[in-house]
C-alpha cells in the first residue's frame, strides 16, 4: 500500500511537472531582427528590381506586413533605446548618439530604465542580443547588466565587416585615411565580445552573428527572445567578393556593394530560420523585422554618385524627419498565432516591440509606463482601428515631428521652417499645405507640446564632440602635471 501510495505520488508529480513544462512551452518565443540603415525601399517585398531579399520576403507574405511602422528617431541609438525600453527615449533625453568608452560611466541608457530584456527575463525567458549595442560600454551599461543573459557582438555603433580589419590600436588607417579614435565608432575596428570577454571573428561579421543566432535559438531550452541587431547594411561599406560579384549588374560601385551587404543579410535570417524550423520552434516564435532608421546617404542630391540607398517612394532618408528618416518596413510573423498574409495600416511603432512581448510573454510591468500598444488584438480582429493615434518625434538641436493617421507636421530644416501635410492624401509628403491649415496646425502643435511636457533635456553631446572634450580634458590635465614636475625640485638623498 505504501508502495503504492509513493508510486501514486511519484505519477502525480511527474504529471503535474510534465503540465507546468507544457504550460512553460506554451509561451512564444520572440525574436527581433533589425537591420540598420536600411532603405525602405531596398527590399523584394517593398519593390527593389535590384536586390534579392527571398528570406524577408517569405517573412512578409506569411506573416503581417506592416505598411505604417515607424522607428521613434531618425538614426541609431535613440532609435535603439526606444525600441528596447519601450518607452520613447525622448522621456530620458536621449536624442542623441552616445560616445562608446568602457571607461565613461555616464554616457549610457540611464539606469532609470528598464529594458523589455529584463522584463521577459524576469518572466522566465532567456534573453540575447547578437549585433550591435550602441547603448553604452561602461561596465554598468553592458548587455548582460541591462537583463540579456547572453551577448555576441559588439558595444560601438559600427564594426568592420572583415576580421583582418580588425586591430587595437587607435588612431588607425583607413583606406589611406587616418580614422581619428574620437569617431562616433570608437570601437568599430575592436575585437568582437561574447559577454565580457573577447570573442572569436573569423568570417565576414554578418555570416558570423547569424550562425551564432541560429545555434542561440537551436540550444535555448527555456522560452527565448533573441535580438538580432545587425548593423548591415549600416558603413563601412564591405562584402565578400563573390555576393558583390551576384550584383555586377549595379553601376553604382557603393550600391553594388550595398546590395551584396543586404543580401548577406537575408542569408543570414535564412539560417536562423532553419534553425527554427529544425529546432520545432518556428511556428511558436514571434519574428518581428524592422530597420533603425531609413536609408544612410539616400538623398544627398548634389552628390549622385554618394547615393546608394532607395528610399522606395519616401521623401530622404536617415536623420530626416519626413517620412524616409522613420517610416521602415516592418513584419511580424507569427504561424501559431496570427492569421496569416495580412497587410496592417494603422500606426505601428517600435515601441510597441517592448508593449507586445512583455504582454504575451507575461513579462514584468512594474517601473516605467510602457508607451506602445499590444499589436496581436489588431492583427487578430479583436481590436479594430489604428495602434497610436499620434506618433511623436524629437531629435537634437531641435528637430521634432508628430504624425497622426490623417496628417503630419514637422520641423526637418529650420530654415525652411515647419511643414505640413495630408497624409491621406499625400502619403510622400510632396505638397506642403501649412498656410492653407492654420487649424490643423495648432491642433497637432498643441498635441506635441502636451507629449513633450514629460520629456527631460538632453544632457549628452553627441558622440563626436563629447570624444574630443574628454581628449582635451585629459591633455589639459596632463600638461598641467608636466608642468607642475618641471617645478618641483630635484630630490637629494644623504
Ligand atoms: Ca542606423
Redesign the pocket.
Known amino acids: 500500500m505504501t508502495s503504492y501510495l509513493f508510486r501514486k505520488t511519484l505519477f502525480l508529480l511527474f504529471l503535474f511537472s510534465s503540465l507546468l513544462q507544457l504550460k512553460a512551452q506554451e509561451k512564444p518565443n520572440f525574436l527581433v531582427i533589425l537591420a ?2 536600411l532603405g525602405y525601399g531596398d527590399l523584394g517585398y517593398t519593390g527593389s528590381k535590384d536586390i534579392k531579399t527571398p528570406n524577408i520576403d517569405t517573412l512578409a507574405k506569411n506573416g503581417v506586413e506592416v505598411t505604417n511602422g515607424y522607428v521613434t528617431h531618425p ?2 541609438g535613440p ?1 535603439r533605446s526606444g525600441l528596447i525600453t519601450g518607452r520613447y527615449q525622448a522621456r530620458f533625453g536621449m536624442n542623441i548618439n552616445l560616445t562608446n568608452s568602457f571607461y565613461d560611466m555616464h554616457s549610457g541608457l540611464p539606469l532609470t530604465e528598464q529594458t523589455f530584456a529584463k522584463r521577459l527575463k524576469g518572466a522566465g525567458y532567456t534573453t540575447g542580443i547578437i549585433g550591435k549595442w550602441h547603448l553604452g560600454a561602461a561596465y554598468h551599461f553592458h548587455p548582460n547588466n541591462r537583463g540579456f543573459d547572453y551577448f555576441y557582438g559588439f558595444l560601438s555603433g559600427g564594426h568592420t565587416y572583415f576580421p583582418k580589419n580588425v586591430t587595437t590600436l587607435t588612431p588607425l588607417k583607413v583606406k589611406g585615411k587616418e580614422r581619428p579614435h574620437y569617431s562616433a565608432n570608437e570601437g568599430g575596428y575592436w575585437p568582437l565580445m561574447r559577454n565580457d570577454n573577447a570573442a572569436e571573428f573569423n568570417e565576414y561579421l554578418t555570416t558570423a552573428l547569424s550562425k551564432d543566432a541560429a545555434k542561440f535559438v537551436s540550444e535555448s531550452e527555456k522560452p527565448f527572445m533573441l535580438y538580432l541587431a545587425y548593423n548591415a547594411p ?1 558603413g563601412p561599406l564591405e562584402a565578400p567578393a563573390n555576393t558583390i560579384k551576384k550584383y555586377s549588374h549595379i553601376e553604382n560601385k557603393r550600391r553594388r556593394t550595398y546590395a551584396a551587404m543586404i543580401d548577406e543579410m537575408d542569408q543570414g535570417i535564412g539560417l536562423v530560420i532553419d534553425a527554427l524550423k529544425k529546432s520545432g520552434k518556428f511556428d511558436n516564435t514571434v519574428i518581428f523585422f524592422l ?3 531609413g536609408g ?1 546617404a539616400s538623398h544627398l542630391s548634389k552628390r549622385v554618385k554618394r547615393v546608394y540607398s532607395d528610399s522606395g517612394p519616401f521623401r530622404d532618408g ?1 536623420g530626416s524627419m519626413r517620412e524616409g528618416g522613420s517610416h521602415v518596413p516592418f513584419i511580424v510573423h507569427w504561424p501559431a498565432g496570427i492569421k496569416k498574409a495580412q497587410k496592417f495600416d494603422g500606426l505601428v511603432s517600435a515601441l510597441d516591440i517592448a508593449a507586445t512581448t512583455v504582454a504575451l510573454g507575461g513579462g514584468l510591468t512594474n517601473g516605467k509606463p510602457l508607451e506602445g500598444k499590444n499589436l496581436i488584438p489588431y492583427f487578430n480582429g479583436e481590436k479594430n482601428g489604428t495602434p497610436h493615434k499620434e506618433l511623436y518625434w524629437k531629435t537634437e538641436p531641435g528637430k521634432w515631428a508628430i504624425r497622426t493617421p490623417e496628417a503630419k507636421y514637422l520641423l526637418n530644416n529650420k530654415s525652411l521652417g515647419p511643414e505640413l501635410y495630408d497624409m491621406e492624401n499625400d502619403p510622400y509628403e510632396s505638397n506642403d499645405i501649412l498656410k492653407k491649415s492654420s487649424k490643423k496646425r495648432k491642433e497637432l502643435a498643441a498635441l506635441w507640446n502636451d507629449w513633450n511636457k514629460d520629456n527631460q533635456p538632453c544632457i549628452w553631446l553627441q558622440a563626436d564632440p563629447y570624444q574630443k572634450q574628454r581628449l582635451k580634458f585629459y591633455e589639459d590635465l596632463h600638461n598641467k602635471l608636466v608642468e607642475k614636475a618641471a617645478k618641483k625640485p630635484k630630490m637629494v638623498i644623504q
Do not use: I, M, T
Request: charged share 35%; net charge negative.
Open positions: 540598420d540603415d538614426y541609431c532609435s549600416h530597420s533603425d532608421n544612410a536617415k
